[in-house]
């Protein structure tokens, strides 16, 4: 036989198939989108993360030490280690946040790099966008500064542009300077996931206008306004994560003008490939407080969250792929049960098995490959649209990029996609025996018929997972997990549904009331009771279909007989039925545990923002400032209670005499490593003192933390140094701290130590409305640790809701040097980020939801061909076409509901068991989001039916019938 007529054969019944081609290629075409758009969005977030991580670590070797900064004869070391050849080279960076006015606030700051511009970096160039050839040594002088594109783009500015620079802003002195745009770079390379940034030149920042204010003669810290009290005020360390990076004391480059020297927080370094592990353990063992990270760990720290998003996101894509697979198979058995004549007549005229395997696996190859290019041009649109909900979700710089070899593997994909899942139509189409079909015999359904569908199947469900695996990047045993279980889940579904397909397909639609009838109804409403007590939003949906039943009995007959069709006809074809609502139940079901969780979770964080926050604003003054606010409070409109606390940021230097560096875990890998997290919770938790006058009683306040060891800090701890540890820093295997333990705690500017004791052990009560810093003292022990001239204060202020807008902008303008934040600030942030986390979610989603509405698709179009002879006898005999059409649409209704009802159901078991064993929370099923979804999945059921039987239901009895 001529290769010719295989593709003109092939193709010609592609152009015959009509409808039932485009929704075959349909289903390929979204399987194939779903896959390659998540896959792109994957490429695309590692190469923002991972494209130079060299640049974006700053240099081989990135050392940070915030609470205790290098000094100039610190520097010496490094200018020792290039001598030596351990180093080729080294910058010293100051970091700071900043804001364009007097006021700092959570979004609408900044981060400063103050660098020396003939020595920054020490790495490649960033990329300029304006001007096109910028160079940081060349624009970084004169009052000019660099900023990035996300500046750029929150703030309004261009080239040339004047911007007034506020540093600092909650200690003693406050830098401001007026410098000009001078250059534009995007936000990769050393500026890789900094949003919006800006390089000022270090002569500039010595040069900046320093205010400073005058050392504070404020009363007692602790002393109250008439009529406040101390009883609601907070007394423990929580929320770090309630203020921003830079809600902690500066460093003493910002100190009073007695303090000159600069001292910086970071510094980058280059150095020979073969020195680099060397010098990093040298300069972790000369600053033991301070943070290493080579490229290589920040590498493979950030590889490992990468691997796992784009896991992720191909494990979603795959479960699209799937479900449109499954749309492939009703598409086929649709395109070739409509050919049993032609296949019979094929086979009688010469055409062998093999023969018919080739033309309809040609067919299917064919259906594969256009929508295979169909959905790959359609995943570069969807992967932006995804990769800018994810960027702006979580806050990220993603440049967009197309991979031609994904694109072109996403054809490839929806090629051999099409040819697994037409195997089993394929096979069971070349199987048709030609007498049968003359003699309009039914074909056989004995056991070698129900071996070869089970050997099939296995093929299939072997072959699917070898794509997989190859689409997971050759994890074997991820693509085995993903595959087989799903497999596993979905066989398990299906049992369930097909016992409540089969259920639904007995029920009686009598022509009157009965006893048996009636017994049935009452049963159903007890059934509702049960579950209105455990569930009452379903509760309420049984309640509404029992008493539907009961309507039934009194509708008209042609109504009635319609119902029951309906009902019988959900039993025809039981298995297409349970695949069709499993198609469903997947996309129903992600997107309802997706809204149900988020909607939860917000609840529950609003709530505790609400009732475990002592206060809902706080501010850090410095100096003169705490006096200023101090005398501000009585007169505050709303305020009924506030809390002052002293603050100093500290480090630690021994633990019982040993020094901290033969205390600390060793550092044994990137920061993501079990040693690094243990040494880096360490370090936090010592990294500061909140002080109490616990000479005028102020003490941590019970009900927000629990004393697990020792005691609480008491009237006699004044003048001492004794403090409480958290818990936590207890727990460390390292340091094994407990009480009498004696922890020496450094100044910021190592110039002074103090021992302190430890009197207690704390524990959290709640999750939020702890204080800032983690050790709690006495205000005598925050005083030994202070730098001369410089005094830090925080307040915590309970204000009327109603007035708390006002009583923020009265602050901020009493003291506009201060740090003030208003926590209703922090609900909207947290929702927001909960809106746009779930959209992103949802979206993806949405495409397995997609892959469902074509299966329904397919199954309404293989439903209306079998039943092409009987639309003719119901027209016949009077059945109008509206009549008919309003039997699949309701038939169709029941399965779109049903699915999206036991979804549901299980979002509901699902929501519980996390919040009992995850969230250790109460979560609870929103009724409007179950009802939403459930009266949306059967609207969305019965329109696709409509939209496909249209024309079916429209067919003239005599075209039927005429040879009947």
Known sequence: MKASIYFNYTSRSLVRGGQRTVLAIFCVAVGVMAIVSLQLVGLMINNAFNSNVRDANGGDIAVTSQNQPFTQSDLAYFDQLKKDGSINNYTALITTQASTGAQL???????????????????????????????????????????????????????????????????????????????????????????????????????????????????????????????????????????????????????TGARSELVYDTIDIVAPAAQIDGAAKKIQNQFPIANTQTANDALKQQQDTIDNIRKFLEIAGLLALLIGGVGIVNTMQVLLSRRKTEIAMLKTTGYRRFDLYLLFGLEAGMLGLIGGIIGAGAATLVSY???????????????????????????????????????????????????????????GRGASSFVLTGVLLLVLSILFCGLAIVILNNDIVLGLVSVYGTFLFLALLSIFFGLIILLISKLPVPENL?????????????????????????????????????????????????????????????????????????????????????????????????????????????????????????????????????LVSSSPISVNGRPIKDVLPKKTGGDNSSSSVQRMAALYFLSGIEGYDVGNNQIPNKSTVKIVQGRNLALADAGTSNVLISAELAKSDSLHLK????????????VTTDTVTVVGIYKNVTTFGGGLYPVLGTTDSVNKLLPAGFSQSIFYLKV????????????????????????????????????????????????????????????????????????????????????????????????????????????????????????????????????????????????????????????????VLRYE
């Not at 994904?406 to 490839?412: F, H, L």
């Not at 697994?420 to 394929?426: A, N, T, V």
């Not at 959900?570 to 695949?579: D, E, F, I, M, V």
């Not at 922890?743 to 910021?748: E, F, H, N, P, Y």
């Open 105 to 255: 606030s959570l979004r609408a700051s900044f981060s400063v790099r103050v660098v020396d511009p003939q020595n920054y970096p020490v790495v490649n160039q960033p990329s300029f966008t304006s001007p096109a050839n910028g160079n940081v040594a060349d624009l970084l002088k004169d009052k000019h500064i660099i900023v990035t594109q996300p500046f750029i783009d929150q703030y309004k500015k261009k080239i040339g542009d004047t911007v007034e620079i506020h540093m600092g802003g909650r200690t003693g002195d406050r830098r401001v300077i007026k410098a000009q745009i001078a250059g534009i770079v995007t936000a990769s390379g050393v500026f890789a996931q900094s949003g919006s940034a800006m390089l000022l030149s270090i002569n500039d920042y010595k040069n900046a206008a320093v205010q400073p204010v005058a050392p504070s003669s404020s009363p007692t810290p602790g002393a109250q306004p008439a009529g406040a009290t101390q009883g609601g005020a907070p007394s423990a360390q929580g929320t770090q994560g309630t203020a921003p990076s830079d809600a902690t004391p500066s460093s003493p480059q910002t100190g």
């Open 385 to 443: 649209l995804v990769r800018n909900l994810v960027q702006q979700t979580f806050q990220l710089t993603i440049p967009f990029l197309l991979d031609g070899v994904t694109i072109g593997g996403g054809v490839v994909i929806g090629l051999v996609t099409a040819l697994i899942f037409g195997l089993l139509p394929i096979v069971q189409a070349a199987n048709i025996r030609p007498l049968n079909v003359i003699r309009e015999m039914p074909e």
């Open 514 to 646: 009965n006893a048996g009838y009636l017994g049935l109804i009452l049963g159903a409403l007890v059934i509702s009771g049960v579950i209105y007590w455990l569930l009452p939003s379903f509760g309420v949906l049984f309640l509404a279909v029992s008493l539907l039943g009961l309507v039934v009995v009194f509708l008209p007959r042609t109504w009635k007989a319609t119902i029951k069709m309906a009902f019988r006809n959900l039993g025809r074809q039981r298995a297409r039925t349970t695949t069709t609502m499993l198609a469903l139940f997947v996309g129903i079901f992600t997107i309802g545990l997706i809204l149900v969780l988020g909607q939860n979770l917000r609840d529950q964080v609003n709530k505790l923002l609400t009732n475990s926050l002592n206060y809902n604003v706080f501010a850090i003054t410095s100096n003169a400032d705490t006096t200023k606010l101090q005398n501000k409070l009585p007169g505050l409109p709303g305020l009924s209670t506030y809390q002052q606390h002293s």
């Open 739 to 750: 009480v009498g333990d004696k922890i020496t705690l450094a100044s910021v500017d190592r």
């Open 800 to 959: 009327n809701p109603d007035k708390l807008n006002s009583a923020t902008d009265i602050i901020g303008n009493t003291v506009p040097n201060a740090f003030v934040l208003n926590l209703a600030s922090i609900s909207d942030f947290i929702d927001q980020l909960l809106n746009d986390i779930l959209l992103t979610l949802t979206t993806i989603a949405s495409l397995s939801l997609i892959a469902g509405i074509i299966i329904i698709a397919n199954a309404v179009a293989l439903a209306m061909l079998e039943r092409r002879r009987e639309l003719g006898i119901l027209k016949s005999v009077g059945y109008t076409s509206r009549t008919i059409l309003s039997e699949v649409l309701l038939e169709n209704g029941l399965v779109g509901g049903v699915g999206a009802l036991l979804a549901m159901l299980i979002v509901a078991i699902v929501t519980w068991l996390l919040s009992v064993y995850v969230f250790k929370s109460t979560f609870t099923v929103s009724s409007l989001v179950s009802l939403g979804l459930i009266l949306g999945s059967a609207a969305l059921a019965m329109l696709t039916a409509a939209l496909v039987a249209w024309g079916a239901v429209r067919v003239r009895p005599l075209e």
